[in-house]
């Protein structure tokens, strides 16, 4: 996640080989054209967005003919409640972006609100990580995953994958 042109330059220097937009430089069009013009996918994080900026954000950067963009719903509060997380948004973004790539930019605790996000179309998950939830120098430890919560929340997706079923009410072979 890049905050300014320096920093873009620099993860393409290193070989980064895609890019998460901040939900708060979602209106910053240059910078998203900038990012844009390397040619690398972007996941385009939407927390505090309406549709319409959404729209303004994804017109600028297929301007730059590119269009490997990752939708991601985000709720920016920190921890999001969830009562907040929204994730029925997420058929919005779809239904106004079809085609495109879904995710989530989850700021929940635990793993039920990101698993749950793929039954409503999400591919993509961002959700912070860290070894020590008890390290004090980070306003992010405490609300991020460790590595088991990790384990458990790509367990519970892969459950909720197969969960989905073919989309049809018809009976099944068991």
């Known amino acids: 996640t890049p ?23 979602l209106n910053n069009l240059p910078f998203l ?9 972007m ?3 939407t927390g505090a967005a309406e549709i319409d900026e959404i729209a303004r954000a994804v017109e600028v950067i297929e301007g730059t003919g590119n269009s490997k963009i990752c939708i991601m719903h985000c709720t920016l509060c920190y921890p999001t409640h969830p009562r907040d ?11 106004n972006f079809p085609g495109y790539l ?5 700021h929940t605790l635990g793993t039920v609100i990101p698993a749950a996000s793929v039954l ?3 591919r993509v998950i961002e959700k912070h990580y860290t070894f020590d939830k008890t390290l004090p120098v980070s ?10 919560q990790l384990r458990q929340l790509v367990e519970d ?14 009976r099944l072979a068991c």
């Open 33 to 41: 054209e900038y990012i844009a013009k390397t040619g690398l996918p």
């Open 120 to 122: 409503y179309g999400a």
């Open 157 to 170: 997706v892969r459950v909720l994958e197969q969960a989905l079923g073919c989309g049809k009410k018809v």
């Open 43 to 45: 996941l385009i994080s």
């Open 3 to 25: 905050f300014d042109n320096e920093a873009v330059d620099l993860l393409v220097r290193i070989g980064c080989q895609g890019f998460k937009v901040a939900s708060c430089d």
């Open 139 to 148: 306003a992010d430890h405490w609300l991020s995953l460790d590595e088991a």
């Open 102 to 106: 879904l995710g989530l930019s989850d």
């Open 85 to 95: 997380a929204n994730l029925t948004a997420l058929r919005d973004i779809a239904d």
